[in-house]
C-alpha cells in the first residue's frame, strides 16, 4: 500500500506564504489521484485541493481558491500545496491523502491512504 508523508508545515505571518509537500512511502502514487485536507480541533475535517492522477484537473475548496495551488511531479511521487496569502484561519493540520480511482475528489470517504498530518499556523 501507498503512505503518504507529509512536510513543510510551519509558523508564518499572515500574508505569507508556505508549500506544503507529501511524498509517496512504499508504493507509488501512480494511479492515484490525491487530496489535502486540513483540520482545527473540535472541528470536522475540510476538503482544501485535490488532483487527479495525470495531473491535468484540479478542484479548491471555496475558502481558498485564487490563493492555494496544488500540483504533483508524478516522477517524484510527490504532491505540492503552495499557500498563498495566508490568514489566521487558515491554522490546521493539514492531512495529505491517494485515492485508487484517480479522478479528483472532495469526499474524505474517497480516499484510501491517509498521512499523518502537518501543523500549519497562521499568526495575525
Known amino acids: 500500500q501507498v503512505q503518504p508523508v507529509e512536510s513543510g508545515g510551519g509558523l508564518v505571518q499572515a500574508g505569507g506564504s508556505l508549500r506544503l509537500s507529501c511524498a509517496a512511502s512504499?508504493?507509488?502514487?501512480?494511479?492515484?489521484?490525491l487530496g489535502w485536507f486540513r483540520r482545527v480541533p473540535g472541528k470536522e475535517r475540510e476538503f482544501v485541493a485535490s488532483?487527479?492522477?495525470?495531473?491535468?484537473?484540479?478542484t479548491y475548496a471555496d475558502s481558498v481558491k485564487g490563493r492555494f495551488t496544488i500540483s504533483r511531479d508524478n516522477a517524484k511521487n510527490t504532491v505540492y500545496l503552495q499557500m498563498n496569502v495566508l490568514k489566521p484561519e487558515d491554522t490546521a493540520v493539514y492531512y495529505c491523502?491517494?485515492?485508487?480511482?484517480?479522478?479528483?475528489?472532495?469526499?474524505?470517504?474517497?480516499?484510501?491512504?491517509w498521512g499523518q498530518g502537518t501543523q500549519v499556523t497562521v499568526s495575525s
Open positions: 491523502a491517494a485515492a485508487n480511482n484517480g479522478d479528483v475528489s472532495r469526499l474524505g470517504r474517497t480516499y484510501n491512504y
Open positions: 488532483i487527479n492522477w495525470i495531473g491535468d484537473v484540479t
Open positions: 512504499g508504493r507509488t502514487f501512480s494511479g492515484y489521484s
